[in-house]
C-alpha cells in the first residue's frame, strides 16, 4: 500500500470512530502519521528479512522487542486520534527504551538484556566499540527521550481536573508540541536505519524482492533514494 492511500485509510478510520477529533483530519499530521506507518513497515522488514542474519541465541528476544516496536506504533495511531499526549508519551518511552535494548542485543554478546535496568543498559551501551558518530548521536537521543518521556509521565497532576471536560478537550483542541512529536518519530525513522538494519547488517541489494518493492511503493523518490544510497548500501 502506497503513502497516499494508508493516509486515506486512516483518516476514514478517524471520522468513523473519532469524528470530534477534527484535528487529526488536518494536513499537518500527514507527516506524522506517514512516519508511523513508514517505521511500521520497517518492523515488518525487519522481522522478515532477520534470517539466517543473527545468531540463534538472539533471534527471540529481538523478533519479540521488533514486534513490540511495532504493535507500540499502532497504539501510537490510536493515541494520536484520540489526542491522548500522555499515552504517546508512554509509548515513545518504550520505543525508546525497546530500540536500545535491541541495539545492545545486535552488538553484544549479551542475552536477556530484558531484565537489566535502564542505567545497567547505558553503560553496556558505552562499552560496545567502534560506534560511528551518527550511531553515537542516535544513541544519546533516544537516551534523551526515554529519561524526559518518564519524567514527564511521573510528574503529571490531574489534581482538580474535571473529567468530561478534560476528555472533551483532548478531541476538540490540537495537539501540543506537534512539532516535537513529529521529531521524535523521525529521530525513530532514522535510529531504525542506522542503529538496526546498519547493525545486522542489511543492505538494500539483500532484501527480498517483497520488502524491497513495499519500500519502492511507500517511500518517495527523494527519500528512496536517501535511504538506498546513505542508510542501507
Known amino acids: 500500500m502506497n503513502k497516499k492511500e494508508t493516509l486515506k485509510n486512516f483518516k476514514k478510520f478517524c471520522s468513523e470512530y473519532v469524528p470530534k477529533n477534527h484535528s487529526i483530519n488536518e494536513n499537518k499530521y500527514d507527516a506524522m ?25 538472539t533471534t527471540e528476544e529481538y523478533l519479540g522487542n521488533i514486534n513490540i516496536i511495532k504493535s507500540t506504533h499502532i497504539r501510537s495511531l490510536i493515541a494520536l486520534s484520540t489526542n491522548d499526549q500522555v499515552y504517546l508519551r508512554i509509548l515513545d518511552r518504550t520505543i525508546s527504551e525497546l530500540f536500545l535494548r535491541t541495539y545492545l542485543l545486535l552488538n553484544s554478546n549479551n542475552n536477556n538484556l530484558s531484565k537489566k535496568n535502564f542505567r545497567t543498559l547505558k553503560d553496556m551501551i558505552k562499552d560496545v566499540p567502534n560506534k560511528s558518530s551518527a550511531t553515537n548521536c542516535f544513541i544519546g537521543k533516544l537516551e534523551s527521550y526515554f529519561s524526559r518521556y518518564s519524567e514527564t509521565i511521573h510528574n503529571k497532576n490531574l489534581k482538580g481536573v474535571d473529567e468530561i471536560k478534560f476528555l472533551s478537550s483532548q478531541f476538540l483542541n490540537p495537539m501540543d508540541d506537534y512539532n516535537k512529536q513529529l521529531n521524535f518519530y523521525n529521530a525513530i525513522n532514522e535510529s531504525i536505519y542506522i542503529l538496526i538494519f546498519q547493525s545486522i547488517p542489511l543492505p538494500y541489494s539483500r532484501l527480498g524482492s517483497s520488502s524491497r518493492v513495499a519500500l519502492q511503493e511507500f517511500l518517495s523518490n527523494k527519500k528512496f533514494n536517501k535511504v538506498t544510497t546513505k542508510y542501507l548500501k
Not at 513497515?41 to 522481522?47: D, T
Open 33 to 57: 502519521i506517514s512516519i508511523i506507518h513508514e517505521n511500521i513497515l520497517l518492523c515488518n522488514i525487519l522481522m522478515d528479512e532477520v534470517q539466517d542474519r543473527i545468531s540463534n541465541q
